[in-house]
């Protein structure tokens, strides 16, 4: 996987890598491996942006004897990589899980194996200085009507409309004005505008207004079992997440499946970069 992510300013370039180990199904050594490597070192190491090359690389980097992973490090030091992960990763107790960086390069620090993964390989944690972009956030104005009584908004009202003296109005549009305004006030007492700052999140276009409708239903799902906390409630959400998450991957697989369908030659090289995290479409 090859990706740039941008927060701000900053910009990183991250390349995730996956060599399975020799076998008979897979008949391809570490010298064969080094030399496409290297091509692809060639081919991002000047990119613009910090660099983390990440992934599981299953050489014995850790093993100072083993020539294959010497051959390893000096390629990345020719190339003014730095490995990070110090300490085994994989149940074996072999560093196999590796993060390179540019040696120039001082982004990343408090690296951590975490063991804790239902896994035989470790996970690797670690702080890096790029932030999270922050999120567009919009205002918004609604009323809360749920707890509203509605014997004292109706009572508001009347007081309303006998304190203008509606009933010797000779104009209708006088008399609708006044019943608006008295409604409007009332409503304002009873139920007055509550801001609420939101966080703006671009919807998928594959996602639809059917889906939507399906999310409301099953949010109601769960905020049901988390207020009842029945074995039966929890077991009618679960289900019910089931049956949203696979409508939602029906939806985007049709989706997808319509624009290369429709697509020619340039369209489909554009569509799989977007589908594979490349380039993004413009709109």
Request: charge should be neutral; include cysteine.
């Amino acid at each position: 996987m090859d990706v740039s992510v941008r927060s701000g300013t900053a910009v990183m370039h991250l390349v995730i890598v996956y060599r399975p180990p020799y076998s008979r199904t897979h008949k391809f050594t570490l010298s064969i491996f080094l030399v496409e490597f290297e091509v692809l070192l060639e081919s991002v190491i000047l990119t613009g942006g910090l660099l983390m090359i990440a992934g599981d690389f299953n050489i014995h980097v850790d093993d100072p004897s083993d020539t294959e992973a010497r051959s390893f490090m000096n390629l990345i030091h020719s190339y003014g990589l730095v490995q990070h992960v110090q300490g085994p990763t994989h149940e074996k107790r072999h560093t196999l899980d590796l993060v390179l960086t540019r040696a120039a390069d001082s982004w990343l620090s408090n690296f951590v194996i975490d063991w804790s993964l239902p896994s035989d390989n470790a996970g690797i944690h670690f702080t890096s200085t790029i932030h999270r972009p922050r999120p567009a956030k919009t205002t918004r104005k609604h009323r809360v009507l749920t707890n509203l009584n509605k014997d004292a908004l109706k009572s508001s009202i009347t007081s309303s409309l006998e304190k203008s003296d509606y009933q010797s109005m000779n104009d209708v549009n006088s008399i609708v004005s006044c019943y608006n305004s008295a409604v409007l006030d009332s409503i304002n007492e009873h139920a007055p505008l509550v801001e609420k700052t939101m966080v703006d999140k671009p919807r998928a276009p594959w996602f639809s207004c059917e889906l939507l409708e399906e999310r409301k239903e099953l949010r109601k799902l769960e905020h049901r079992w988390l207020s009842t906390h029945l074995t039966i409630d929890c077991q009618i959400f679960c289900k019910a997440r089931s049956v949203y998450n696979k409508s939602c991957d029906d939806t985007k697989a049709d989706y997808h499946r319509c624009r290369i369908d429709g697509a020619d030659q340039k369209e489909l090289f554009v569509i799989v970069d977007e589908i594979s995290g490349g380039k993004k479409s413009a709109s």
